[in-house]
């Protein structure tokens, strides 16, 4: 999508954001890797998705913690968890009509379904560190709050992280944390990852997904099946009630 009928999109976010930024500063954010190696874009959304990466576990986390004030530490990271991963993050973009926005290269644009969904989270963090460099870390917290937690609240999203259980459970048995091993297989825009997980170096578990994030998750929950059976003690959780609307600033 070029020209102004890509300008007419980009007013629309912004207007969600209910900032006042210069349209034009927020574009890079819709850059793709892809793009850029193929001369399509001036460069590529990596290093925005970096520090929107950083910027949206602060935001989350920030939120969480005043929203809900009786929740112990491991509860609090499961629903951040649920919050800032790959499928959430794109599920939020998609709605808010990224797909239209990204600038990819040929292969990439071409692939549909197949693309990954890493290409929408990827650029929603992108798309909040552009935002904040122009308008603030709060107007960073109150679009996410806004347009991401509160949605992602009134959906019922799963708490449950794999990832999060799995160590919780080794932390308390073992004292100490599982260890991921991943590799990947396959052309930048259609690699498939691979990982392990083990305890103490004892392998649980594999599991393979469109991204380093998944693969992890799909190993560690197949462990928690294993450990399961073999211990019997992974907890059951009772979570807390919110203390103040999902949208309201930390």
């Not at 927020?26 to 990596?46: Q, V, Y």
């Not at 650029?123 to 109150?142: H, N, R």
């Not at 693969?215 to 462990?223: D, E, I, M, S």
């Amino acid at each position: 999508m070029a020209g102004e009928a890509r300008r007419r999109r980009l007013r629309a976010l912004v207007a969600r954001t209910g900032a006042n930024v210069d349209i034009d500063k927020l574009d890079a954010a819709f850059a793709h890797e892809s793009a850029f190696r193929e001369g399509l874009a001036e460069a590529s959304n990596e290093r925005l998705e970096f520090l929107g990466d950083a910027l949206l576990g602060f935001v989350v986390a920030r939120a969480l913690y005043a929203r809900y004030p009786d929740a112990p530490q491991g509860e609090l990271t499961l629903r951040k968890a649920a919050l800032v991963n790959d499928a959430a993050l794109a599920e939020t973009a998609r709605r808010l009509e990224f797909e239209p926005l990204l600038r990819l290269g040929a292969s990439l644009a071409n692939a549909g379904a197949a693309r990954p969904r890493s290409t929408l989270s990827d650029a929603f963090e992108a798309f909040l560190a552009a935002l904040y460099q122009e308008a603030g870390l709060e107007a960073v917290a109150d679009f996410v709050a806004r347009e991401h937690v509160a949605v992602h609240e009134r959906n019922a999203i799963p708490l449950d992280d794999p990832k999060t259980l799995l160590q919780e459970w080794s932390q308390r048995r073992f004292a100490d944390v599982p260890a991921y091993v991943e590799r990947f297989e396959g052309p930048p825009h259609e690699r498939v990852f691979f990982s392990e997980v083990a305890v103490r170096g004892d392998v649980l578990a594999a599991g393979s997904g469109p991204s380093k994030k998944a693969a992890q998750r799909a190993a560690a929950a197949r462990a928690l099946e294993v450990v399961r059976e073999r211990y019997g003690d992974v907890e059951t959780r009772n979570y807390s009630a919110p203390l103040a609307p999902a949208d309201a600033r930390a």
